[in-house]
């Protein structure tokens, strides 16, 4: 029997994540981000004055994807980088009061009817969190082993 590529769940979770992205497209483009911008200042809300490394983990990117996108957050006035006084090879990043207004909009809350999920969301988000986070152990798990 041939495979189907609808029965791949890894592919229902690739197709909806460049379903968001067409979703938020609109909505950032209007203030001059991208996607992967727009989360990083999400994570700085949550927790500000975090070092470049920490917050590439949180976002799941390498530096040398998560450098030049702080440089242009930095440049349009949304973060603001500084060396760790404690520790000059740490780069510590902050949210400016623009970045702080602009993620106070919630730029993300007329997507939640799209969405379409209702009292469902926690669950999916949950199972969606549980999936991505058994794979990295695994992969993590298997690395290990070379």
Excluded: H
Aim: proline share 4%; charged share 25%.
């Amino acid at each position: 029997m041939a495979r189907k590529l609808s029965n791949f769940l890894c592919f229902a979770v690739y197709s909806a994540n460049l379903a968001f992205g067409r979703a938020y497209k609109p909505i950032l483009d209007k203030v001059g981000l991208s996607y992967t911008q727009y989360i990083a200042l999400v994570a700085l809300a949550e927790e500000d004055d975090q070092t470049v490394g920490a917050l590439g983990e949180k976002l799941f990117l390498e530096s040398n994807t998560l450098t030049p996108l702080l440089k242009k957050l930095e440049t349009t006035g949304y973060i603001r980088r500084q060396r760790d006084p404690a520790d000059e090879r740490q780069v510590r990043i902050s949210l400016t009061p623009a970045g702080r207004r602009l993620v106070d909009k919630d730029l993300g809350a007329p997507l939640v009817g799209a969405i379409g999920l209702g009292d469902e969301f926690p669950a999916v988000q949950k199972t969606v969190t549980r999936l991505r986070d058994n794979l990295l152990r695994a992969t993590k798990t298997g690395s290990e082993k070379r």
